[in-house]
């Protein structure tokens, strides 16, 4: 009995032999993090919408299906502003935009920014600003599905 007792309490006798660290790396948590990335990537892209004519920069994604009419901001060629098909002045854009957000659910709503790929760029990013100052956190910029390769 008082061997059993000191074998027990690990004070003597033979160390148990341990197994090895594993020293690889597994890859199934990372795997499946990238693909509910992808899947997200995949669902917050917008639908591409007819409205103002512009001629969008081309990229890989895919629209996908909506329910509800999405809010959309527009800049010609011409450096005009839209909400959806009806033109805006710039120093209108914000009362308004808070008025339409205001009635379909706040700043939370999506904004979808669409914008000619000759449009000018300070004209796009000072419409960018504006949303930003404004409180518009969730603007998304439309592209067209490249061609090609």
């Known amino acids: ?3 059993n007792a000191a074998s027990s309490s690990g004070g003597g006798g033979r160390r148990s032999r341990r197994k090895p660290v594993m020293a690889e790396i597994n890859v199934t948590p990372m795997v499946d993090v ?3 990335l992808l899947i997200i990537f995949m669902v917050s892209a917008p639908l ?3 409205g103002v004519p512009l001629d969008l920069p081309q990229t890989q994604a895919k629209s ?3 329910d509800q009419k999405p ?3 527009s800049v010609d060629i011409n450096g005009k502003v ?3 098909d009806t033109e805006v002045a ?3 854009l914000v009362p308004k935009l808070k008025a339409i957000t205001d009635a379909r659910g706040g700043t939370e709503e999506r904004i979808y920014m669409r914008a000619d790929k000759k449009a000018d760029y300070g004209t796009v990013a000072k419409v960018m600003g504006l949303l930003s100052g404004a409180g518009f956190k969730r603007l998304a910029l ?3 599905v490249e061609q090609g390769s």
């Open 1 to 3: 009995m008082g061997m």
């Open 34 to 36: 990238m693909l509910v």
């Open 48 to 50: 591409l919408t007819v």
């Open 64 to 66: 996908l299906e909506q």
């Open 71 to 73: 809010l959309q901001l």
């Open 82 to 84: 839209f909400i959806n």
């Open 90 to 92: 710039i120093n209108e």
């Open 142 to 144: 439309v592209t067209e």
